[in-house]
């Protein structure tokens, strides 16, 4: 139903944001060709995402609250483009086996932001004060809460969508 869009074929405001993610992967993922469909969508879920790269949170935690939401979601196409760029980090077999598979991560921090993650989607950001306390107890902060809320919100957009045009 949703098109492959081109930049030849795409509505004339996701071109620019086509272009840069042509620019930065080499190619233009069916993802971005679907989600041209929407130029604001597709203009908001890039900038937001490499709005949350740039957050205090080291990229492996970013990588974690990303699987955490593409699995929960089961957006596939997010679960092998995030298993790839945690691949390229260097993570873990058994992190990103766990990451996929929705088991507790090895890695305790990892499993902190993880288990944060689910508490904050499980309570629509109505946390107790235990479950904050055990993610700062991690040597995470209060922005870096905040910053997985960001990252939530970015990829609940992202796997909706994705599900929703079939990328």
Request: aromatic share 4%.
């Amino acid at each position: 139903m949703f098109p492959d869009h081109t930049l030849e074929t795409a509505p004339e405001a996701a071109r620019r944001p086509m272009e840069a993610a042509i620019r930065r992967l080499g190619r233009l993922p069916t993802a971005v060709a679907r989600l041209a469909t929407s130029p604001e969508l597709l203009d908001g879920f890039l900038k937001l995402s490499a709005s949350f790269e740039q957050t205090t949170l080291d990229p492996f935690a970013r990588e974690t609250v990303v699987m955490t939401v593409a699995t929960r979601n089961g957006c596939e196409v997010c679960i092998e483009l995030h298993t790839a760029k945690l691949k390229r980090l260097r993570a873990g077999e058994d992190v990103v086996a766990a990451l996929r598979s929705q088991e507790p991560v090895p890695d305790e921090r990892l499993e902190a932001v993880r288990q944060f993650t689910l508490a904050v989607l499980e309570t629509a950001g109505g946390v107790d004060d235990e479950t904050l306390r055990a993610f700062l107890g991690h040597g995470y902060t209060e922005r870096n809460a905040l910053e997985v809320v960001m990252g939530i919100g970015t990829y609940t957009m992202s796997t909706l969508a994705n599900r929703l045009t079939r990328a």
